[in-house]
């Protein structure tokens, strides 16, 4: 789908199945900022955060689900977490690593100063490229269980090579969201807009049926 085409669809799936959605993603929310609020104070328990990878796989399971057959139920989360945790976790430990050292290389670059500003902005343009990557690769991974992780992080680069503008318009407006959710005093961020860009990412990254069961892939 095209990047309006997903952002509408997603806002279809949000109406039917809201209060699914609110009860997972609040879920997923909760726990990450739990677990942030007593990092500040204690950092050793910022390392929980991997586990919040196999929570957003089961969340995008239920994304992909709803993108694929407009139904969802809350057991589907359980089968999620059953079927996902292990790519989750992966995902969720490179995500966080790669974020990390992003954070770290910007931070430090740019306190030297002078010419080094170039590597820090390097850092955060390579960061930003991996965001976007996310967009594909996690409903990719949900719904490829059968295929390797590496050969489906394969296809998530050629996907994002292939429609490079509509990846980062994607990315950039469902960050958007989530900022403006923030802004509004978490309320937004602890309900929907997470499920709403899992939603949005799997109408994007994924085939939709076309009549008479043939399978299109986003072009």
């Known amino acids: 789908m095209s990047v309006v085409e997903s952002l509408r ?25 739990v677990v942030v609020g007593i990092g500040l104070w204690f950092w050793p328990v910022l390392l929980l955060l991997v586990l919040a990878g196999p929570f957003a796989a089961a969340l995008m399971h239920c994304a992909v689900t709803v993108a694929q057959t407009d139904e969802l139920r809350l057991r589907d989360a359980v089968t999620g977490i059953r079927l996902h945790w292990q790519r989750g ?31 820090a902005l390097i850092a955060l343009y390579v960061a930003g490229l991996f965001g976007v990557l996310q967009l594909l690769l996690w409903p990719l991974a949900i719904f490829e269980l059968d295929r390797p992780l590496v050969e489906v992080a394969r296809d ?56 008479g069961g043939t399978t299109a892939w986003p072009a």
């Open 89 to 119: 976790l992966v995902l969720g430990v490179c995500a966080l690593a790669v974020g990390a050292a992003a954070a770290f290389a910007v931070a430090f670059y740019a306190e030297i100063g002078g010419w080094w500003w170039s590597l």
């Open 156 to 211: 998530a680069v050629l996907g994002l090579l292939r429609r490079p503008a509509a990846g980062s318009a994607l990315a950039l407006v469902l960050l958007a969201i989530n900022v403006v959710g923030l802004a509004a005093g978490l309320v937004p961020f602890l309900t929907l807009t997470v499920a709403y860009s899992f939603l949005a990412a799997a109408h994007f990254a994924l085939p939709r049926s076309e009549p």
């Open 9 to 33: 669809s997603a806002v279809r799936d949000l109406y039917q199945q809201s209060w699914r959605l609110l009860v997972l993603n609040s879920a997923l929310s909760i726990f990450v900022l």
